[in-house]
């Protein structure tokens, strides 16, 4: 039996999905979520492209040696809640919830435009 995506686990024990098991059904990925370095070593080990949203890995420190995305959680959020205030006059929701520091910065980001408007 193999294991599943945890931290801790080896990345050649890590079960990889069946698109990515059968070559040539996807060229590339876009790696989002929560992701380990394990994981990033494990989809390198099929040489499959790729490119992470590095805001999402997790226990890398200075070794990011990977082709990566990042983004600014706090404007990116008041940016786009500026957006939605000005076509909506209902209320906006975010469906995130667990407070992670990607979570905090987006939501001062929010709470600061909704005071904004205000």
Known sequence: MRAALFPENAPDRIDLPPVLQEHGLID???LAGTIYPNLLRRIESI???FVAFSNNVVGMGEEQQYDQVGFDD???TLQATRHLIGKVTA???SP???PTRGFIHRFEG???ECANTN
């Open 47 to 49: 040489r499959m492209p």
């Open 110 to 112: 929010y709470r600061k």
């Open 28 to 30: 590339g990925l876009i």
């Open 74 to 76: 706090f404007n990116g």
């Open 96 to 98: 995130e919830t667990s």
């Open 91 to 93: 209320r906006l929701f």
